[in-house]
């Protein structure tokens, strides 16, 4: 057979990779034949007799019988190219019983060979001779899209293949293609449903079944809606009975028998109908009801349907998952068929037989279950009699028989056995036990299903069970019952974080067992199962009352929580990057030879979890003819099928479920075949070559051979030859041969990545075996909780970190092993680029090893090991690879615990080996070097961390037992102590003992039964010079004590000042591990920083006492950004400085009487509240302004209220130690009064005003808060008392009352205004005397008020302090700049820290621009004037400079002073000297910044260079003295102030005004219903100066329209539409150039009119302008003159503007007094 192309495996040959070896059976003579081929071949595939390989190219070779080949009738002599396929990259080959197929890297399907069965998916001939493009089309996709295929897989009827969706798609005929459908052959691939929604990671061919390797569900796959009832019977799903002092909720529902696969079901061949549903959570979900049920065409009545001649399994009943309302007809009466068990829709079984019961024959026909199925269901007659009822328990008390018959049996031991472990640490070890079902759900639905069966039930179970429900709703049990996604076990599975909190208490171990949901419908799993009793059900006390004392034994012992063996769903890291090990394998097919492993030999007609091998971490799967094998990551086999000829490598029985192969221990296999009656293994051995094991049938060829008996292993033997082969990568098998693919180590790669693979395998292994031998025996112990103590909780992250690493090793060692049979190429590890992954695992787990090797945890151990392993652990001394017999229990744990950090130097070493392989300038070269170094230097770290950690151990021996309970702490290690009295505290007493010990965290002084801790983040060491001292002395800083260390020696003192400089810099390090690590390469900095973040809780100081600071510190203070909370709830953050509060803060002090906190906000200094600040008080009131040494002082406002009412009064003025002083106004809401005046010790005291709603005005002395001697008091009508008052509005001794009449009384009064008064004295009629008379007794107000230059002293107190002068004027003109930039460099800060007091970009904008200061050199010119005003408009639009902090003062005062109340006409003069007062102050402030400015009224000096421009600027302007050459604070100021006080100073104006006003527009509103020539004349002016045209705004009219006796509003309409600006301008300097500029305009119109030169008369001026001002119809006129007459500059009143304003005045009082006829 191809003798030409083979020759014997020993000779050489050229060919390095990829050389080809075949044989049969396993006879000690036995040489491989090699096949020669072009290319390195990458794949090969066998069917019953023929080969397909793959070689390196992309190009297919077939070999061995090719009958399907046209030209060809015997077998070829060498491989035949499938030349079909040139120019197609073919990455994947598959071979069935007499068909092949082929993927190319697009993902397209070619098929060849026999086609009888639409094997080849080809339709219409029975042999397809060449690859053929199959097209796999997805139809839910429109138009149909190709699906890409990743692999494929061939039986003898059937094809299978693998999308890149992770979904299988099937053609062909038989049970085996898991279709829901009865017509074949099927044609095209059409989608296995029933795996729809799952990750099918691997597909494997039988002759007559198939299987899937299936990833299980993560937690998002879970999130639907939980299925209550059975998909095929209706039953509930769960059940609840009632059973000695428990009730017992059972999630082991069972469907009755008969339920079979619905007619209804049926699909046509080609894929008609609607699809099932897409995802599933259980391996037998059912239906979705929002799906509609698979139609198919009706059956005849005549009786069932002829099944196939391919598949005669297709009358055997079919599991559950279909829809129960469509059935076939049941098998013919005359043939009795088993019925099947019938898996149901929630990951449940439905056995054939009670729980309880033995099932020693597997082929035996077992009973049904149900009591009640009325006879045609029983004899599965009647055409679809199955699906007649929607429940075969159609009461209650069969739902009781049925749950009794279910518990009954074993439950007393099984409870006992339950009850037993449940109360050790039973964590969900991996993989023994079985895993949680993977559909497992959120309780969010599950919580109707409880319901309904509590109301369903409640008469079956008893009272018991009602007040349980009670007492414990069923909700929240099934809240526990199913975690929330997200800390589930594997797959959904229930679990605890590792390390998490317990909760539960004696149910939490149950929870972790109980919920294993049955996956398929299998015999042996029910087998396997029923030695676990109980685990399969929740078992809850009923009330207290009723709890049996043993169950409260049981539960008040003290245990552990649960941990979870295998991480929840792996790796996180590595969930994309490393295979899944949570895998499950699925079969479906004909199972006459129990090659499905369900148990039993029933046929699957839809794809079955095999649920015995869920938690066994499958990796890959294959099918012989009749038998199948699972490959596991801990390189075990099991094998279930024919074994007729020993290919299960086993002689077990029965054969129907999945059972280990047999070999030898440390064989780990890592590859496997399976042929017609044989199976070959791939395998490590003891050396790195791998060696081949083979059983099933020895083949024997030739006539002379085939009369002798056949022979056959007991068990896997080994291949003799193996070890000629070279370095095996795969094996395959097929028919009667077997295959293996081998590659020649010539590099030394090839034996190098096979050692690191091997080298993977094997600590997995051992892993698994430490944690299978060791760890689960201890978790199972009851007493391990109490014996552990407090290490129980270190333990638990010991074994979760264990599990989490061992977990890794599977993942990375499956990778391994795929890549060595693929790719074997170092670029793509992921032990190279994703180190981190490896790194951080193996230091997490060293760390938890450490903390429990530091709190004893080994030696705790000791005990627990000699329960469970007795006084010779020989388990312990063979995993730890111990010889010593003598060595402790505690020795032993201990090294093996650390035995996974060894490995980290073997990935050194072997990454290194490979590194050698390569050229020592290449990539790849670098990258294997730089990946040793990393896992070089980390064995390295954790070697040392070991050391330390055994340092520690034995350093707490020898420790006082009083102290180490307080001291003793898992993450702390021991550095250097001083029990060889190697140091001393300076002045120490002489009998004094005194012991530092330096820990990795802390200073630890220790004195006879005292000791104190100093926290290495909080401690600074500086060495003391010794030429002053003569002492070898380290002076040692903490936040609350400093004290000298003296060394015995210089080296002592400088070992121990280096040993404590880098104990604090790994503790100021973000994390102390990779500080660690970092810092093996390189040398530590020579002494930490003196500046740094670190938190410390004060035990000492007074007013930190027991309060914990979080920030920055600076030598042993906190100094910068930090926080401060105090135990009684107070807190501070904000900047501290030299241990103090300094800067900016927030605090906060709780109130408990009111349930609210004061809060702070504002500046401190040396700890006590000292700046502007914001006081929220508990009570409601908020106090904003100044403070100093924590009271308010200086200028603020508080707004006083009760608790969120809106504030009753406010107060704003000067403050001297908490207490109103001085200036101040209140604004009493309440009584609607408003007081302006002064104040002392909290009273009103002085001189003062009081205006209030009502109209009254008073002004006068006050004295101890009251009305107190002269005063005078005005009424809204202008009654007027001038005398003595005694109390508020009560007038008491001499006065005059004024009528408004000007009558008047004169004497002594006594009583309340408003109330009636008594009067003794004299009443004058004054009219009736002479005029000289009212002026007598004319009363004038503001004497007896503040002046306005002692008003708001304090506020420009504080601004004379912000720049560095203690009294206005005193002070360095260059400091105060200087304040200035600290103020705006520390605001700016301040709002860059604190985001909700972010800045405008405006304001930002701002702040840049204060940074340049105006050039002051030599006197100040025009220039220097402008930028001097710029500057000053600036630095007042921010609050953040200090004149724009005053500006804003300024204001606020201003409008609390006259808004609201304060609007009373009365106050106008005291409002207008106040903004003038304001202008001085503000005047001298500028001139200190600017000393050049001239005084008030200077002239600024004029260089005769500008002369020019400024003569060519104002030759069209009429000449008058410019005020902005003279120096005035008006006319700097005003424009910045003016327009903030604008809105109350000119509602002051207009009250006052408003008589005036009111008369002047009954005038204007009279005189404007005149046109305008009427107008004209009536107010004199020439006819000469009247328009006779004006300027139309209609174009269809023209550009000018004649001035006719009706026009109106048209005349000198220029000159009116400016002068109406007057009333949108704020300063007196605007509003005069709004008046210049219209009499410019009046000018220029009488100038076009006249056509020459004129000279302005007043006489002709003043008619004409008191025309325009009529038409302009402003109407606060008499406000507007009135406020410009009190503002104006002085420096203009005599000037051009002075006449203008003079003209515009006489016409106001000209139109008041006008007399229209």
């Known amino acids: 057979m191809m003798e030409s192309q083979r020759k014997s495996s020993g000779e050489d040959s050229p060919g390095e990779r990829g050389l080809l070896h075949l044989w049969k059976g396993y006879s000690c003579s036995l040489t491989p034949d090699r096949v020669l081929l072009p290319r390195p071949v990458l794949q090969v595939a066998l069917g019953t007799s023929h080969g397909v390989m793959l070689v390196e190219g992309g190009q297919v070779y077939s070999f061995g019988a090719l009958p399907w080949k046209q030209t060809q009738v015997s077998e070829p002599l060498e491989p035949v190219l499938e030349s079909t396929l040139s120019g197609q990259r073919v990455v994947s080959v598959a071979a069935g019983g007499r068909h092949s197929g082929a993927v190319t890297e697009d993902g397209g399907v070619h098929m060849w060979g026999e086609n009888a069965a639409g094997q080849c998916g080809v339709p219409g001939v029975s042999v397809v001779p060449n690859p053929t493009p199959v097209g796999v089309l997805d139809p839910d996709t429109c138009p149909p899209h190709s699906v890409r295929i990743l692999e494929l897989a061939c039986g003898e009827q059937h094809s299978l293949a693998l999308s890149a969706q992770h979904e299988v798609w099937a053609w062909g005929s038989g049970s085996q293609l898991g279709l829901l459908t009865t017509a074949f052959p099927v044609w095209k691939p059409q989608r296995v449903e029933h795996l729809a929604g799952r990750h099918v990671l691997q597909v494997a061919c039988g002759a007559t079944h198939s299987l899937a390797l299936v990833r299980c569900l993560g937690p998002l796959d879970l999130r639907r809606p939980f299925p209550d009832k059975c998909g095929q019977c209706h039953q509930q799903l769960y059940t609840m009975t009632d059973k000695e002092d428990h009730v017992i909720i059972s999630d082991s529902h069972y469907c009755p028998l008969g339920v079979e696969l619905g007619e209804g079901e049926a699909r046509p061949g080609l894929g008609g109908g609607s699809k099932a549903p897409r995802l599933r959570s259980s391996p037998s979900e059912p239906l979705l009801s929002s799906l509609s049920s698979v139609s198919a065409p009706p059956a005849s009545p005549a009786g069932p349907p002829e099944p196939s001649s391919k598949d005669p399994g297709l009358t055997q009943p079919q599991p559950c998952g279909t829809d129960p309302e469509h059935v076939l007809p049941p098998p013919h009466p005359t043939e009795p068929q088993p019925p099947p068990p019938c898996p149901t829709a929630s990951g449940h079984s439905h056995p054939q037989a009670p729980?309880?019961?033995?099932?020693?024959?597997?082929?035996?026909?077992?009973?049904?279950?149900?009591?009640?199925?009325?006879?045609?269901?029983?004899?599965?007659?009647?055409?679809?009699?199955?699906?007649?009822?929607?429940?075969?328990?159609?009461?209650?008390?069969?739902?009781?028989?049925?749950?009794?018959?279910?518990?009954?049996?074993?439950?007393?031991?099984?409870?006992?056995?339950?009850?037993?472990?449940?109360?050790?640490?039973?964590?969900?070890l991996e993989p023994d036990p079985p895993e949680p079902e993977a559909g497992s759900q959120p309780p969010s639905t599950a919580s109707s299903t409880l319901n309904s069966l509590v109301v369903s039930c409640a008469s079956a179970v008893g009272e018991r069970v009602a007040s349980t429900y009670e007492a414990l709703s069923l909700k929240k049990m099934m809240n526990y019952y199913y975690p929330s996604v997200g800390v589930g076990g594997p797959g959904g599975a229930p679990g605890v974080a590792p390390g998490g909190p317990g909760e539960g208490g004696l149910d939490r171990v149950l929870l972790e067992e109980t919920m294993q949901g049955k996956k398929s419908s299998s015999l042996g799993d029910i087998r396997e199962e029923e030695a676990e009793g109980l685990r399969r059900r929740l078992s809850l006390p009923g009330l207290l009352s009723q709890v049996s004392p043993r169950l409260l034994r049981k539960s008040s012992r003290p245990r552990l929580q649960a941990t979870p063996l295998t991480p929840v769903g792996g790796v996180p890291e590595a969930r994309e990057l490393l295979p899944s090990l949570h895998t499950e394998v699925w079969s479906w097919g004909r199972g006459d030879q129990g090659q499905l492993g369900h148990g039993d030999t029933l046929p699957r007609l839809q794809p079955v979890c095999i649920k015995s091998l869920s938690s066994k971490e499958v990796v890959r799967v294959v099918a012989g003819a009749h038998h199948s094998v699972a490959l596991t990551a801990q390189s075990q086999v099991f094998t279930w099928g024919s074994n007729s000829s020993g290919q299960l490598g086993h002689m077990e029985s029965p054969s129907t479920i999945p059972r280990l192969?047999?070999?030898?221990?440390?064989?780990?296999?890592?590859?496997?075949?399976?042929?017609?009656?044989?199976?070959?293994?791939?395998?490590?051995?003891?050396?790195?070559?791998?060696?081949?094991?083979?059983?099933?049938?020895?083949?024997?060829?030739?006539?002379?051979?085939?009369?002798?008996?056949?022979?056959?292993?007991?068990?896997?033997?080994?291949?003799?030859?193996?070890?000629?082969?070279?370095?095996?990568?795969?094996?395959?098998?097929?028919?009667?041969?077997?295959?293996?693919?081998?590659?020649?180590?010539?590099?030394?790669?090839?034996?190098?990545?096979?050692?690191?693979?091997?080298?993977?395998?094997?600590?997995?292994?051992?892993?698994?075996?430490?944690?299978?031998?060791?760890?689960?025996?201890?978790?199972?112990?009851?007493?391990?909780?109490?014996?552990?103590?407090?290490?129980?909780?270190?333990?638990?992250?010991?074994?979760?970190?264990?599990?989490?690493?061992?977990?890794?090793?599977?993942?990375?060692?499956?990778?391994?092993?795929?890549?060595?049979?693929?790719?074997?190429?170092?670029?793509?590890?992921?032990?190279?680029?994703?180190?981190?992954?490896?790194?951080?695992?193996?230091?997490?787990?060293?760390?938890?090893?450490?903390?429990?090797?530091?709190?004893?945890?080994?030696?705790?151990?000791?005990?627990?090991?000699?329960?469970?392993?007795?006084?010779?652990?020989?388990?312990?001394?063979?995993?730890?690879?111990?010889?010593?017999?003598?060595?402790?229990?505690?020795?032993?744990?201990?090294?093996?615990?650390?035995?996974?950090?060894?490995?980290?130097?073997?990935?050194?070493?072997?990454?290194?080996?490979?590194?050698?392989?390569?050229?020592?300038?290449?990539?790849?070269?670098?990258?294997?070097?730089?990946?040793?170094?990393?896992?070089?230097?980390?064995?390295?770290?954790?070697?040392?961390?070991?050391?330390?950690?055994?340092?520690?151990?034995?350093?707490?021996?020898?420790?006082?037992?009083?102290?180490?309970?307080?001291?003793?702490?898992?993450?702390?290690?021991?550095?250097c102590e001083s029990s060889n009295k190697a140091l001393t505290l300076q002045n120490a007493g002489r009998f004094s003992v005194n012991w530092f010990i330096l820990f990795n965290d802390a200073l630890v002084h220790a004195q006879f039964s005292t000791h104190h801790v100093f926290p290495l983040a909080t401690l600074w060491v500086e060495p003391i010079p010794e030429e002053n001292t003569g002492q070898y002395g380290l002076k040692v800083i903490s936040p609350e004590e400093t004290f000298v260390l003296l060394a015995c020696s210089s080296m002592e003192k400088t070992k121990w000042l280096r040993s404590i400089n880098q104990a604090v810099d790994l503790a100021l390090s973000v994390s102390g591990q990779e500080a660690g690590a970092s810092a093996s390469g390189a040398g530590q900095r020579a002494e930490p920083p003196i500046s740094r973040t670190a938190s410390y809780t004060f035990y000492k100081d007074s007013r930190l006492k027991e309060a914990t600071y979080e920030g920055r510190w600076l030598a042993g203070k906190p100094n910068g950004r930090g926080v401060v909370r105090w135990s009684d709830g107070r807190i501070y953050t904000g900047t501290f400085k030299n241990g103090l509060e300094d800067g900016y803060g927030d605090y906060v002090v709780p109130n408990k009487a009111l349930n609210k906190s004061d809060h702070y906000q504002g500046h401190w200094k040396e700890g006590k509240m000292h700046g502007q600040g914001l006081y929220r008080y508990a009570t409601g009131e908020v106090y904003e302004g100044s403070f100093q040494d924590n009271m308010r002082h200086g200028h603020g406002m508080l707004r006083s209220g009760t608790l969120n009412s809106c504030c009753p009064s406010v107060f704003i003025g000067h403050w001297l130690q908490d207490r109103k002083c001085g200036y101040g106004v209140l604004d009493d809401i309440t009584r609607g009064e408003k007081y302006m005046g002064m104040w002392h010790d909290d009273q009103r005291q002085g001189t003062g005003v009081i205006v209030t709603q009502f109209g009254l005005y008073y002004e006068g002395a006050f004295c101890n808060n009251k009305m107190m001697g002269t005063g005078v008091l005005l009424s809204e009508d202008d009654t007027t008392y001038e005398g003595e008052f005694s109390e508020d509005w009560t007038l008491n001794g001499k006065g005059v009352l004024t009528m408004p009449n000007g009558d008047l009384f004169e004497g002594s009064f006594s009583g309340e205004w408003g109330s009636g008064l008594k009067v003794t004295g004299s009443y004058f009629k004054p009219n009736l005397y002479d005029t000289d008379k009212d002026k007598t007794h004319s009363v004038k107000l503001g004497r007896l008020v503040v002046c306005a230059e002692d008003k708001w002293r304090a506020v420009f107190e504080e601004c004379w302090s912000q720049l560095g002068c203690e009294a206005p004027g005193q002070g360095e003109h260059s400091q105060a700049w200087d304040h200035i930039a600290v103020a705006l460099t520390s605001s700016r800060r301040q709002h860059r820290d604190s985001p909700e007091l972010g800045l405008s970009r405006t304001q930002s904008k701002t702040l840049e621009s204060l940074e340049f200061i105006p050039q002051q050199t030599g006197p100040v010119t025009m220039e220097t004037y402008d930028s001097i005003r710029h500057y000053l408009i600036k630095a007042c639009d921010t609050p953040l400079h200090p004149l724009g902090r005053l500006l804003e003062a300024l204001v606020a005062v201003y409008r609390m002073t006259y808004v609201g109340v304060g609007a009373n006409r009365r106050l106008l003069p005291q409002a207008v000297s106040e903004v003038m007062s304001y202008l001085a102050r503000i005047f001298q402030l500028v001139r200190f910044l600017f000393p050049d400015l001239p005084e008030e009224g200077g002239l600024i000096p004029e260089p005769s260079s500008l002369d020019t421009k400024e003569s060519s600027s104002t030759s069209n302007q009429l000449e008058s003295p410019k005020p902005g050459r003279v120096v005035s604070s008006s006319a700097l100021l005003l424009p910045v102030l003016l327009p903030r006080l604008y809105p109350p100073l000119f509602t002051l104006y207009a009250l006052e005004k408003e008589r005036e006003d009111d008369a002047y527009w009954d005038c204007v509103i009279r005189l404007n219903k005149q046109p305008d020539l009427a107008l004209l004349a009536f107010l004199g002016v020439q006819q000469k100066f009247w328009p006779v045209s004006f300027s139309s705004s209609d174009p269809v009219l023209g550009d000018k329209q004649q001035v006719l006796s009706t026009t109106k509003d048209s005349c000198f309409a220029s000159a009116v539409e400016t002068l109406q600006q007057i009333s949108t301008t704020f300063t007196p300097s605007d509003k005069l150039q709004v008046i210049q500029m219209t009499f410019e305009d009046i000018t220029q119109e009488v100038l076009s009119l006249l056509k020459e030169d004129f000279l302005w008369s007043m006489d002709d001026l003043f008619p004409v302008f008191l025309y325009v001002v009529l038409r302009a119809r402003i109407r606060n006129l008499g406000s507007e003159v009135s406020l410009i007459e009190d503002l104006m500059d002085p420096c203009v009143q005599h000037g051009e503007h002075g006449i203008m304003f003079t003209t515009l005045k006489a016409c106001y009082y000209q139109i008041q007094h006008e007399k229209i006829s």
């Open 661 to 975: 192969a047999k070999l030898s221990e440390g064989i780990r296999v890592w590859d496997v075949g399976a042929g017609e009656q044989h199976t070959v293994l791939l395998a490590d051995g003891d050396c790195c070559q791998p060696i081949l094991y083979y059983s099933g049938l020895q083949v024997r060829e030739g006539p002379a051979l085939q009369d002798l008996p056949w022979a056959y292993t007991q068990q896997p033997v080994l291949l003799p030859f193996c070890m000629n082969l070279g370095y095996v990568s795969g094996v395959c098998a097929g028919g009667q041969t077997c295959v293996a693919l081998a590659d020649r180590n010539v590099t030394g790669f090839i034996a190098s990545f096979h050692e690191l693979a091997a080298a993977e395998r094997k600590l997995y292994c051992k892993l698994s075996s430490i944690k299978g031998q060791i760890l689960r025996p201890l978790l199972d112990l009851e007493s391990l909780g109490s014996a552990l103590g407090p290490c129980a909780g270190l333990f638990q992250m010991v074994v979760a970190r264990f599990s989490h690493l061992c977990h890794l090793s599977g993942q990375h060692s499956a990778a391994l092993t795929s890549r060595l049979q693929r790719g074997r190429q170092v670029r793509g590890l992921v032990l190279l680029d994703n180190s981190s992954i490896f790194l951080d695992s193996y230091r997490e787990y060293c760390c938890s090893v450490g903390n429990l090797q530091v709190m004893g945890g080994f030696q705790t151990l000791a005990k627990p090991c000699l329960d469970v392993f007795g006084k010779s652990p020989e388990v312990l001394q063979r995993l730890a690879e111990s010889s010593d017999d003598s060595t402790s229990p505690s020795d032993l744990l201990t090294a093996l615990f650390h035995l996974p950090l060894l490995h980290l130097q073997q990935y050194a070493r072997l990454l290194l080996k490979l590194a050698g392989c390569f050229e020592a300038t290449s990539e790849d070269h670098q990258q294997l070097q730089e990946g040793c170094s990393r896992f070089e230097a980390l064995a390295l770290h954790l070697k040392r961390k070991r050391k330390e950690a055994e340092y520690t151990c034995h350093f707490w021996k020898s420790f006082p037992g009083k102290m180490t309970d307080s001291l003793r702490k898992p993450h702390r290690r021991l550095i």
């Open 355 to 428: 729980q309880g019961r033995e099932t020693g024959n597997p082929q035996r026909d077992p009973q049904p279950s149900s009591a009640h199925v009325d006879g045609s269901q029983a004899a599965g007659g009647g055409g679809g009699g199955a699906g007649a009822k929607s429940s075969p328990y159609p009461d209650e008390q069969e739902v009781k028989d049925y749950l009794k018959r279910l518990s009954d049996q074993t439950l007393a031991e099984q409870t006992a056995k339950t009850l037993a472990g449940a109360t050790a640490l039973q964590p969900v």
